[in-house]
């Protein structure tokens, strides 16, 4: 079949400046969008510059985007891509920096922020003899978790990336899971403190986009819920966020519901003056459309006894 | 100019073993590696790598396998040390993280994998290599030892006699730079992408076999080339572990029938049996992985259904995989002594870049990670006490000068209408047809005349990027060209050795020649060709 | 047709509009509600499982109890509670343990059997839209619409869109909007975040985000953007202001509440659907519905 790719292109050495090639090439039913580029630099034009190491599923390294969806160049049928038209469109990944083509900055958008979680595992120096006994179970969990093949899906999918290209992203907080999650690691404490660093696990949304693209199955949003909820039993060490999930948390304690009003109040810190002033302006306009909930004015719901109850034996439960 | 007392060329499992060995041991170190070492094919291996760890398993029991599977080729007190070390090494890749599968006492479960006596394959369900990888990575970020990811090493720089650095292009820079260092760790991986289609990645191209050979070094046993039989042989060759042939799994022709009599045997026997079963009629043959269950296939062969499905487009959890033998790894390499030492000073060589004879003519499924962990860490520590007392040596003046004129020439004409890739598909064709499985005579001496076309027309390729920038082609056209080196290498080798012997099949000499051919093949280049010699197998009896 | 009501606490809190509106939307198309008064906050994601998941299985029980499924008026109501009844159901093991542990003293036991489902996948799954068109009284002709569903109300994707014939509810608001008489002012971030979670840990990113989505519903010329999350609502309503500040751009865009926007369609007045208690001046809205009436 006669398929036209329209290609992404990007030449740092001249201006620089987006464009798009054509190519016209000749593929059989089972070619994939790979053998497609590679037949293209081999035989058309040898300036084009892509990625692409396993060439079969393992290693991530050609992700791109095919008609805007992002996946894999060595596992993507042609066939796939063109029952409407015979034409392909290929671009790197959303909100990356390109470098030349469809070749982009891995090392900016993952493996920089990956190397910023520590990502090794703290050995105990002094065990000799055997190996660790371990339930297979953790194990598993972990052994799921490395199935990641640093695709950076779930990067491309994240809601925060766009706005804020410093966020670790979900790629490097599930590299983070990994050591938190290890009984072997020996770095304690310090492991959550790693993952609450500003623009960690607090930054997320939660939003479950990159469970969502990744491709295994990994979960990521779950395993942030995760750090976060172990964080939130062993003390959370950021202090805003520290202030916000114990005033919520104290608030549907007590009274089975949120007190909206007291939770602005207390997540600023109630000796925060700054912080406090800052809220005014908002308060203001809320109460002038008489909508700002009255902090600590806040009725206990029947039924509040057993949630408390409840929430107590949670609690000591997760210690 | 970059330097430093060691450099490690390679990402996979063995570079970054070596690496965190000769750092270890208190001496500067960086690693060079042309894709990230995530990336790297160490990443593909699945089954898993042996130690063994059994109660009813001990080092000599380990060692005969090893042997066995080598088909008398092997250098015996270098396996016997190595079934010895492998337990600490697989041991302290325990400690430093890998969630190896555990047992129910929660040991490190043990699986019975190819022609192992035993059980004594410790694995992380299909994806060992990939897991592994991950963490070799993690410890060798946490010595923060310099990484060159990206960079291509163009030429190793030899000084008198003793190797001194190398020079390297930076894919994202642009730039040919030297590194200078008192000895090199060559770590670069096989070359079974020469043949096409492989298992392997399109990285797996010889560089650092032919980096060293052409800086003076000699190859070993070039001829071994071990074929897989569970391949999906379609588009680049999917592989499907050999671990689920002693889980269940059957190889079975076009009936549905069985086609093996025993699972417990070496990759080439059941390679062998599978090409006498097509020629005897069995059709085409597939593997059935039903027999495994689903469940089971779930929750130990994960990877496998999911690439089966992605690349193959097959469930396998309903219908056989259509399957044949198909290139895999090489036992051969740059040759070196127990410790990972080449012919030439300074220069070192481990993984499966290297043969020091642990292989001999058929590697034991299971042994190459255990390979890359116990010869890496050795090859480190011999490397960083060469280093120690190796005299600081001048990068020699006109070596960056004599690259970049090599590179200009390649680059700077217009596009010469033959390409890289064109010859590389008639050299993978030409290598599965005539130095294939099976090979003879006059197949041999054919190939050897195409590859010499080849190489010509490979000499002429002249490319329209001039860029150095990501310059993909260029990159290509310089591994091809390593290819080319080393096919004719193989098919030297195996034109010389007129015997059959583990994995290197003469239909005109099927038989083991004991008397002749219980040596190792050794090709050198002597004014600018490849010259084949024997060597002598060490260790006695 | 009749739920037990979990009106969720921002309904009457910082969306005190959304309660009201709600309620007689509810009544206008005949689904009667029986209010769950002593239920707890679903922990809105922010408490752990260990203790949301008790908390949200005694909700459960409750209803059971009733025979009624749930209705929630929050897609982060509904995601947190759809999550933890996926986790209470999947893993029967799972469920004993929580009954044993924390509801057994109350001589509650949820069986699994509650289903809990937005009023939005109620009107498509329960109600009809065969029935809802003939509810409508004044379909909203040349009122430009974007849909924002809060990210719980579309993921993840084993808790909220199980089967292929449920991954419909991705759409569900481009299709009301549609249904309603309104045109559709089609956004690419109408399935992201709108910000709120993180409010408090990076405001900068939050009002980013509530910037990004409103400014692109005002690039495609919408008249308002209608959200099923009242979360959402006091992201892209309330802080729109602080957003603009922020960016250093004017939005203005008016932000309907599910309900609010279904009660104009059904012919209730924008004052009927306390529309003035929105910090974003919804003048445009009401301008254009009353010239429809």
């Known amino acids: 079949m006669q398929i036209t790719f329209k290609v992404y292109r990007k030449d740092p050495e001249k201006d620089g400046k987006p464009g798009r090639s054509n190519y016209s090439v000749e593929l059989d039913e089972e070619a994939t969008v790979l053998d497609g580029l590679l037949k293209i630099r081999d035989e058309m034009d040898d300036t084009l510059a892509f990625r692409a190491s396993c060439a079969r599923g393992y290693c991530g390294e050609c992700t791109m985007r095919v008609n805007y969806k992002a996946c894999f160049a060595c596992t993507a049928k042609v066939s796939a891509f063109t029952k409407k038209s015979p034409e392909i469109l290929l671009d790197p990944l959303r909100n990356i920096p390109v470098i030349k083509d469809l070749v982009f900055d891995w090392d900016a958008f993952m493996w920089n922020k990956i190397t910023a979680v520590k990502p090794w595992l703290e050995p105990d120096e002094s065990s000799t003899n055997g190996e660790n006994l371990l339930p297979d179970s953790t194990m598993a969990d972990l052994r799921k978790v490395m199935s990641c093949y640093y695709c950076g899906l779930c990067d491309e999918g994240c809601t925060v990336l766009p706005v804020d290209f410093d966020f670790l992203g979900p790629a490097a907080l599930t590299k983070a899971y990994r050591f938190v999650f290890d009984p072997r690691d020996k770095a304690g404490r310090e492991r959550l403190k790693i993952a609450e660093k500003p623009k960690g696990i607090w930054d997320c949304v939660h939003c479950f986009e990159a469970s969502e693209h990744c491709p295994r199955g990994i979960a990521p949003t779950e395993r942030i819920i995760s750090i976060r909820d172990k964080a939130f039993k062993v003390g959370i060490t950021n202090e805003k966020v520290a202030r916000h999930h114990t005033s919520f948390a104290a608030s549907v304690k007590e009274s089975g519901w949120l007190d909206e009003g007291r939770l602005a109040l207390e997540s600023e810190g109630l000796t925060n003056i700054k912080g406090l002033m800052k809220l005014l302006p908002t308060a203001a306009r809320a109460m002038a459309r008489g909508k700002a909930p009255i902090p600590y004015l806040h009725p206990k719901r029947p039924g509040a006894e057993q949630i408390k109850k409840i929430f107590e034996k949670g609690e000591r439960e997760k210690k | ?472 082609a260029l990159t290509s056209a310089l591994e091809l060209g390593s290819m080319l080196n080393l096919a004719e290498a193989v098919a030297l080798a195996a034109q010389a050795r007129s015997e059959s012997r583990g994995a290197h099949r003469r239909a005109d000499f099927p038989e083991r020649d004991d008397q002749n051919w219980r040596c190792h093949t050794v090709v050198s280049l002597a004014q600018g060709s490849p010259q084949v010699e024997k060597k002598p197998v060490a260790g006695g009896a | 047709m009749k739920y037990a009501f ?205 910037a990004k989505h409103t400014g692109e519903a005002k690039e495609k010329g919408a008249d308002c953007m209608v959200t099923p999350c009242p979360l959402c609502h006091l992201n892209l309503d309330g802080n729109q202001p602080r957003a603009e500040a922020q960016e250093g751009k004017e939005i203005g865009l008016p932000i309907l509440h599910l309900p609010q926007f279904l009660g104009l369609a059904l012919g209730f007045e924008p004052g009927e659907m306390s529309l003035k208690r929105h910090i974003v001046s919804t003048q445009t809205v009401e301008s254009k519905v009353s010239m429809l009436a």
């Open chain 2, 1 to 472: 100019m970059q330097a430093f007392d060691v450099l490690v060329i390679g990402g996979g499992a063995s570079g970054l073993r070596a690496a965190i060995a000769v750092k270890g041991a208190g001496a500067s170190v960086a690693l060079i590696t042309k894709v990230h070492p995530l990336r790297t094919n160490s990443g593909l291996a699945q089954g898993g790598l042996n130690a063994p760890l059994g109660k009813d398993d001990s080092a000599e029991k380990f060692a005969e396998d090893t042997l066995a599977a080598g088909d008398d080729l092997c250098e015996r007190d270098i396996v016997r040390a190595f079934a010895q070390e492998a337990s600490r090494d697989v041991i302290w890749l325990e400690h430093v993280g890998v969630p190896f599968n555990r047992s129910a006492e929660g040991r490190i479960d043990l699986r019975q994998f190819g022609s192992n006596s035993r059980s004594r394959t410790c694995y992380t369900d299909d994806r060992t290599g990939h897991i592994v990888l991950q963490v070799l990575h993690e410890q060798f970020e946490r010595l923060q030892i310099p990484s060159f990811e990206e960079w291509f090493v163009t030429s190793l720089a030899v000084d008198g006699s003793a190797c001194v650095g190398a020079v390297a292009l930076g894919l994202r820079s642009g730039k040919l730079e030297p590194f200078t260092a008192r000895a090199v760790i060559l770590a670069t991986g096989g070359f079974s992408r020469m043949y096409l289609p492989s298992t392997v990645s399109l990285g797996t191209t010889g560089d650092g076999q032919n980096l060293a050979f052409t800086a003076g070094a000699r190859l070993m046993d070039m001829e071994m080339i071990q074929f897989h039989p569970t391949v999906f042989p379609k588009g680049q060759g999917l592989l499907i572990s050999e671990a689920t042939l002693r889980e269940g799994a059957e190889i079975i022709n076009e009936k549905g029938e069985p086609v093996l009599e025993s699972k417990a045997l070496t990759r080439e026997k059941i390679c062998l049996a599978m090409r006498q079963a097509t020629q005897n009629g069995s059709g085409a043959l597939s593997l059935d992985l039903r027999r495994i269950g689903k469940e089971k296939l779930a929750s130990r062969f994960p990877q496998t259904l999911e690439l089966a499905k992605t690349v193959a487009g097959i469930d396998v959890t309903k219908e056989p995989i259509p399957i044949r033998p198909v290139a895999h790894r090489p036992m051969g390499g740059i040759e070196t002594d127990a410790d990972g030492a080449t012919s030439v000073p300074g220069m070192f060589a481990v993984g499966e870049c290297a043969c020091s004879g642990l292989n001999g003519a058929g590697r034991l499924a299971g042994n190459t990670l255990t390979e890359a962990l116990v010869f890496g860490r050795k090859v480190g520590e011999t490397a960083t006490r060469h280093a120690k007392g190796a005299p600081v040596k001048g990068f020699p003046g006109s070596k960056l000068s004599d690259e970049e004129k090599r590179l200009a020439a390649l680059t700077s004409g217009n596009f010469s209408g033959d390409s890289a890739g064109k010859i590389h598909s008639e050299l993978g064709q030409l290598m599965n047809d005539k130095v294939g499985l099976v090979r003879d005579g006059a197949g041999l001496r054919e190939a050897l005349e195409r590859i010499q076309s080849l190489k010509e027309r490979h000499r002429k390729i002249k490319l329209s990027n001039s860029s150095r920038i990501y310059n993909y």
């Open chain 3, 6 to 210: 979990y009106p969720g606490c921002v309904s009457r809190g910082g969306c005190p509009e959304l309660y009201p509106s709600a309620v007689k939307v509810s009544a206008k198309l005949g689904i009667e509600l029986e209010e769950m008064k002593d239920v707890a906050c679903t922990g809105a994601g922010v408490l752990p499982q260990d203790i949301s998941d008790p908390i949200n299985a005694r909700t459960f029980a409750k209803a059971e109890q009733l025979g009624l499924p749930i209705m929630t008026i929050c897609s982060t109501c509904q995601g947190v509670m759809a999550q933890a009844n996926y986790r209470l159901t999947s893993e029967p093991e799972y469920r004993a343990k929580i009954n044993r542990e924390y509801l057994a003293d109350e001589g509650l036991e949820y069986k699994g059997t509650t289903e809990v489902k937005h009023l939005l996948w109620i009107l498509f799954e329960d109600y009809g839209l065969d029935r809802l068109k003939s509810q409508i009284q004044r379909p909203l002709k040349g009122l430009r619409v974007s849909p924002f569903y809060g990210c719980f109300l579309r993921r993840p994707p084993e808790a909220i869109t199980p089967t292929k014939e449920l991954s419909r509810r991705k759409n569900y608001l481009d299709e009301l909007i549609e249904i309603l008489g309104a045109e559709l002012a089609d956004i690419s971030g109408k399935g992201k975040c709108c910000g709120f979670p993180i409010l408090s840990a990076n405001e900068e990113n939050s009002l980013a985000m509530a």
